[in-house]
């Protein structure tokens, strides 16, 4: 039977017009973002822009859950408050990413495995300690010419399913990322094929191991265009495909798809979301657990100036509700410029 705060926790995690925050870069990531505004990638520069993503004013009225990254669920805010805390204070649920990255798959070239499963049950019932309530694993399926293989998908699925499993037994709620990635020029057509067949995997490995469906939720990519294919699909067709591939293969039982953003601009993953959200209802809530896409704006307003601190909030604020908007399908364009 499935444990009840299980499904409690994804539920609040796809509550009514909120959405998460993928914050969880790790120190690699963290840095490459960083570099990209000019800033040093230092334990407390680290700090100091992630409480200025938690601490923002009102959006914890869109913002339902923050994954966190293993420095900063042990880190405290710049009022001292530990980071879990502070995020429960304001009614946003603490999570963590426990995988440790996609490492070259053996005899698969251009492809990954991620890893991470050792010690994984010692390291979730820690993650539990600090305040984690949810989880998330990431794999990454590549689309080339020849890939991706089976070997890269059926190994993922396995990894995802494991991990899954350990979430669960460990009482956190696993968010399963498989994500099909958006590089290269790949047709709308392609990406559909492999994201049906990624997710048919990832569903069967879960069933084998156990895994309740009511206590996960979902993060796929959406179904796209490659980014550099000569052809894009629009929003329409993006939403249209989307549904269609998910209403194949997701069952019911999975309270909820949490999108990542992927790549794409900032408002076209909004506008994305709001299109599908437009299209229901569905069996599943359909909401986002982006990273780029939320904290895009609020990096480049930063600069790692603390006079431009509130700035950064507000764009923060301003995207999170955005989001929040497209989850009901009441998002329009033209309120981009409303930014407070
Ligand atoms: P993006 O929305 O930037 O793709 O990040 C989401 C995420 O958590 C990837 O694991």
Known sequence: MTDKRLVDTARAMVAPNRGILAADESSGTIKKRFDSIGVESTEETRRAYRDLLFTAPGVEDYISGVILYDETIRQSGLDGTPF???????????????????????????ETITEGLDGLRERLAEYAELGARFTKWRAVITIGPSIPSYACVSTNAHALARYAALSEEAGLVPIVEPEVLMDGDHTIDR???????????????????????????LKPNMVLSGKGAAEQAG???????????????????????????????????????????????????????????????ALKAWKGD???????????????????????????????????
């Not at 946003?92 to 251009?110: H, N, Q, R, S």
């Not at 997710?199 to 069933?207: A, I, K, N």
């Not at 293969?249 to 959200?277: C, K, R």
Request: net charge neutral.
């Open 84 to 110: 879990p805390k502070l995020l429960e204070s304001r009614g946003i649920i603490p999570g963590i990413k426990v995988d440790l990255g996609a490492k070259d798959l053996p005899f698969a070239p251009g």
């Open 191 to 217: 990406c559909d094929e492999v994201t049906k067949f990624t997710l048919q995997q990832v569903f069967e490995q879960l069933y084998y191991q156990r895994v309740s469906l009511e206590g996960m939720c």
């Open 306 to 340: 603390t006079a431009k601190v509130e700035a950064a909030k507000k764009a923060f604020a301003h995207r999170a509700k955005m989001n929040g908007l497209a989850r009901t399908g009441s998002y329009k364009p033209d309120l981009e410029q409303q930014v407070a």
């Open 235 to 297: 929003v329409q067709e993006v939403a249209e495909r989307s549904i269609a591939c998910f209403r194949d293969v997701v069952p019911s039982a999975v309270p909820g798809i949490v999108f990542l953003s992927g790549g794409q601009s900032d408002e076209d993953a909004t506008a994305h979301l709001n299109a599908m959200n437009q299209m229901g209802p569905h069996p599943w809530e359909l909401s986002f657990s982006y990273g780029r896409a939320l904290q895009a704006p």
